[in-house]
């Protein structure tokens, strides 16, 4: 299964409102596995940044003066996401703006990012698993502990990386793990893996209250069972 993990940086907050994309960032992932193939690029908005998007990723009007426009760079773009599942937070957002560029174009058989791939919304994703916390990206770096100390500002390339951890995370993945044992790729399917570093995984061990918790549970079904279960007679 392929799966491009995306991210946009615009120059405000609202397509409608005639903004336009500055930055995409796309990271390839293959069986759950990062490929190192990426898709990045600045574009000339043909607009001004406003002062409060700047504010937040820190791309200037100068910087992307003598960038591409989205047309000059499109054939590229849907080449790389073209029957990929697209794995976006807020995919809403990035969505819209990619859909109102398309349409901006006004011509071309792809009219809609939908046309050519699907898309994976994260942060609905994450309502289901984390009904009423903070679902945001930095919220679920902290709460899957994966590493954001360089996201001083927001950057699309940097924020799919940090996505696609998280995502790995959020789903039962291991991602050191998987790149560790993809390697140079001399492994055979099903093999054995040895020698592996077992210093390098990170061992959660229970809280006190979670042991009392757990040691109430066990008790509960002791009592229910009539002094039959197995988990106690195996301690």
């Given at each position: 299964?392929?799966q491009?993990v995306?991210?946009?940086e615009?120059?405000?907050?609202?397509?409608r409102?005639?903004?336009r994309?500055?930055?995409?960032?796309?990271?390839?992932?293959?069986e759950?596995?990062?490929?190192?193939?990426n898709?990045?690029?600045?574009?000339?908005?043909?607009r001004e940044?406003?002062?409060g998007?700047?504010?937040?990723?820190?791309?200037?009007?100068?910087?992307?003066?003598?960038?591409?426009?989205?047309?000059?760079?499109?054939?590229?773009?849907?080449?790389?996401?073209?029957?990929?599942?697209?794995?976006?937070?807020n995919?809403?957002?990035?969505?819209?703006?990619l859909n109102?560029?398309?349409?901006r174009?006004?011509?071309?058989?792809?009219?809609?990012?939908e046309?050519?791939?699907?898309?994976?919304?994260?942060?609905?994703l994450?309502?289901?698993?984390h009904?009423?916390?903070?679902?945001?990206?930095?919220?679920?770096?902290?709460r899957y502990?994966?590493?954001n100390a360089?996201?001083?500002?927001?950057?699309a390339?940097?924020?799919?990386?940090?996505l696609?951890?998280?995502?790995l995370?959020?789903t039962?993945?291991?991602v050191d793990?998987?790149?560790?044992?993809?390697?140079?790729?001399d492994?055979?399917?099903g093999?054995?893996?040895t020698?592996?570093?077992?210093?390098?995984?990170?061992?959660?061990?229970?809280?006190?209250?979670?042991?009392a918790?757990h040691?109430?549970?066990?008790?509960a079904?002791?009592?229910?069972?009539?002094?039959?279960?197995?988990w106690?007679q195996?301690?």
């Amino acid at each position: 299964m392929r799966q491009v993990v995306l991210d946009t940086e615009t120059t405000g907050l609202e397509h409608r409102d005639g903004h336009r994309i500055i930055e995409i960032g796309c990271v390839e992932l293959v069986e759950r596995r990062l490929t190192g193939r990426n898709f990045h690029v600045y574009l000339n908005p043909e607009r001004e940044v406003e002062g409060g998007a700047m504010e937040v990723h820190g791309i200037t009007d100068d910087f992307l003066a003598d960038k591409p426009k989205f047309v000059d760079i499109l054939d590229d773009f849907l080449g790389f996401v073209r029957d990929a599942e697209l794995i976006i937070h807020n995919a809403s957002f990035d969505v819209g703006f990619l859909n109102s560029e398309l349409e901006r174009l006004g011509e071309g058989e792809v009219r809609r990012v939908e046309d050519v791939a699907s898309v994976l919304d994260t942060l609905a994703l994450a309502r289901e698993m984390h009904p009423g916390q903070r679902n945001s990206l930095d919220a679920l770096c902290k709460r899957y502990d994966v590493d954001n100390a360089n996201r001083e500002l927001h950057g699309a390339l940097l924020d799919a990386e940090i996505l696609a951890e998280v995502y790995l995370a959020m789903t039962g993945g291991q991602v050191d793990l998987c790149l560790d044992l993809a390697g140079e790729g001399d492994g055979v399917e099903g093999e054995v893996v040895t020698g592996l570093d077992l210093s390098r995984l990170r061992v959660v061990t229970a809280s006190e209250e979670e042991i009392a918790a757990h040691q109430q549970r066990l008790d509960a079904i002791q009592e229910a069972s009539d002094g039959r279960c197995v988990w106690l007679q195996q301690a």
